[in-house]
């Protein structure tokens, strides 16, 4: 159900012209994939996959394969269902604080090892190490957050009740037992262990399904959370093709965790909705940065390599569309495409590159083709535009597109590569417009240097976050507020209260005491209905709520 993005050994062979992208020089003795995946490693981490069949991943850099893999059946999802199920009860029934506090002590070991995280994010994803390195910042401050906060969100809270003193009314937050996650490939430890952590601490089990592609980087991170103290039963790790274990996780599910495409997530939606079970999906965008006329251009061009080309732009919330105001349209792409081209590729385990790889083929493909489409069509190539065969398989150059429009496919399908496109406009209204003309509404970035501006332009973007001076980090880091989608990205939050409170099932209790909410005393029907009438007129004269 998930979309996977094999790897193989082949790629579209178009020589780099000297004109091209720099490469990042390898540092003496940088370590291989032989170095770090090793038969020990592999044996280690898959210790706790659920699974009978056998499968591989492999590593975007040079398509060759990491490691040998179990792949699971839906009997094996089933089976780790029932494992979940067995521990879920005995883990509710731990007290929040010590929940919590395995939250606090995975944070410690993740900032301790992050060295053997970063090389497998970099393996799996083709990542540049700076980017892998913003999951481990992400995961850390999720951690901390939920593992200081969790017990304040959880807590019961007491509410008035129907007749103040008579009804004491507590709300309770109940584990929804076992939480059923697929996560994606692009950002494999941040979208697995960050979405689980919330789920884990407010007494449910997980079970799992990475994409296989990234599998092993999960895997490390369930291995330093059962080190932390999580039972190893309540993490339960299922693999395989997406079409085959996804509808079985969501088919046993008691709640719904999904990151990937609008497409699937639709799937997704459907399968839980037959079962009335609830879900949350973070999907696609067409994200837009506005850069407005009293824009910084320097930073406003600093922040949209940022923003644009982050994990090779294999990044839910980065940037595919750029407005400029044609008052400073000519500067800021001059400043953009210096930067653009000056961007280093590299391979490496190790920090120095700019940007690293797409993690296969069909992301190489659509890149390819809308970049391809939109010159044939009458675009302008501003910058890159060409795949990078001499560093790899899946390598193509961060690509700059001018004077795109409809019926583009660049125009309005996610491109997730890459790949933005430049618009001009005139004044603010129309920028928010098109900003605002997509099915899409994840995340957009408005630039200027009036912060009062930039919040109000922000206010009328029809999306989940808006960046002001920033192109996504800000909004996505700040993690006591919430993070998502609106129409066509996704329903829910991650994040802030809901990101926990989604994982729980509210529940009301309500103690009536010294006289029911019925006639008595002696009272006949009459007399109860104008004391109660009497009551309800007193309570809006006190303003009771």
């Given at each position: 159900?998930?979309?996977?993005?094999?790897?193989?050994?082949?790629?579209?062979?178009?020589?780099?012209?000297?004109?091209?992208?720099?490469?990042?020089?390898?540092?003496?003795?940088?370590?291989?994939?032989?170095?770090?995946?090793t038969p020990e490693v592999v044996a280690r981490l898959t210790r706790g996959v659920v699974g009978t069949g056998k499968?591989?991943?492999?590593?975007?850099?040079?398509?060759?394969?990491?490691?040998?893999?179990?792949?699971?059946?839906?009997?094996?999802?089933?089976?780790?269902?029932?494992?979940a199920r067995a521990a879920q009860e005995s883990w509710a029934r731990v007290p929040v604080r010590k929940r919590a506090a395995v939250l606090l002590r995975f944070h410690d070991l993740v900032l301790q090892r992050q060295a053997e995280v970063l090389d497998l994010i970099q393996l799996e994803t083709g990542k540049a190490r700076l980017h892998a390195h913003e999951e481990v910042q992400a995961v850390a401050v999720a951690a901390r957050h939920y593992g200081r906060k969790a017990p304040a969100y959880l807590r019961p809270k007491g509410h008035t009740g129907v007749v103040p003193t008579l009804t004491k009314v507590t709300e309770l937050r109940q584990p929804r037992g076992v939480v059923g996650q697929?996560?994606?490939?692009?950002?494999?430890?941040?979208?697995?262990?960050?979405d689980a952590l919330p789920a884990f601490v407010a007494g449910n089990a997980v079970v799992m399904k990475p994409d296989t592609e990234t599998a092993l980087t999960a895997l490390w991170a369930r291995e330093q959370l059962i080190e932390a103290g999580l039972p190893p039963e309540v993490w339960q790790v299922v693999l395989g093709d997406g079409p085959v274990v996804g509808p079985e996780v969501v088919r046993h599910a008691d709640y719904v965790s999904f990151t990937g495409s609008t497409r699937t997530g639709r799937e997704v939606a459907q399968g839980a909705a037959a079962r009335l079970v609830g879900c949350s999906l973070e999907l696609?965008?067409?994200?837009?940065?506005?850069?407005?006329?009293?824009?910084?251009?320097?930073?406003?061009a600093s922040g949209a390599v940022r923003g644009c080309f982050s994990s090779a732009g294999q990044l839910c919330i980065s940037i595919e569309r750029l407005y400029v105001h044609e008052s400073v349209a000519d500067d800021f792409v001059q400043r953009f495409a210096a930067r653009t081209k000056a961007m280093r590729l590299g391979n490496a385990l190790a920090y120095g590159a700019d940007m690293g790889s797409l993690v296969g083929e069909r992301q190489l493909e659509t890149v390819t083709r809308h970049v391809e489409e939109a010159v044939a069509k009458g675009a302008?190539?501003?910058?890159?535009?060409?795949?990078?065969?001499?560093?790899?398989?899946?390598?193509?150059?961060?690509?700059?597109l001018d004077g795109v429009a409809a019926p583009m496919a660049v125009c309005s399908e996610e491109t997730f590569g890459p790949v933005v496109s430049i618009y001009r406009f005139r004044?603010?209204?129309?920028?928010?417009?098109?900003?605002n003309a997509t099915p899409y509404g994840l995340n957009s970035s408005v630039w200027t240097k009036d912060g009062r501006r930039g919040r109000a332009v922000a206010a009328r973007l029809r999306t989940g976050t808006v960046n002001v001076n920033e192109s996504y980090a800000a909004g996505y880091g700040s993690v006591?507020?919430?993070?998502?989608?609106?129409?066509?990205?996704?329903?829910?939050?991650?994040?802030?209260?809901e990101g926990i409170l989604k994982y729980t099932e509210a529940q009301t209790v309500a103690h009536q005491r010294i006289m029911p909410l019925a006639p008595s005393f002696g009272m006949?029907?009459?007399?109860?209905?104008?004391?109660?009438?009497?009551?309800?007129?007193?309570?809006?004269?006190?303003?009771?709520r």
């Open positions: 159900m998930t979309d996977s993005q094999g790897t193989k050994d082949s790629a579209q062979e178009s020589p780099a012209s000297p004109a091209g992208n720099p490469v990042a020089p390898a540092a003496p003795g940088t370590r291989t994939a032989a170095d770090v995946v499968t591989a991943n492999h590593t975007p850099f040079t398509g060759e394969k990491l490691a040998d893999l179990p792949e699971s059946t839906p009997e094996d999802v089933a089976t780790a269902f029932e494992r697929i996560a994606p490939w692009n950002y494999p430890f941040e979208l697995s262990v960050g696609g965008g067409k994200n837009a940065m506005l850069v407005l006329h009293d824009a910084d251009v320097e930073k406003a302008t190539l501003v910058a890159g535009g060409r795949p990078r065969p001499d560093i790899g398989p899946l390598f193509y150059e961060p690509t700059i004044d603010e209204d129309e920028a928010i417009a098109l900003a006591q507020s919430p993070m998502g989608g609106m129409g066509d990205s996704g329903l829910g939050r991650r994040h802030g209260s006949t029907d009459e007399k109860y209905a104008q004391f109660m009438t009497r009551s309800l007129r007193a309570m809006k004269a006190f303003r009771l």
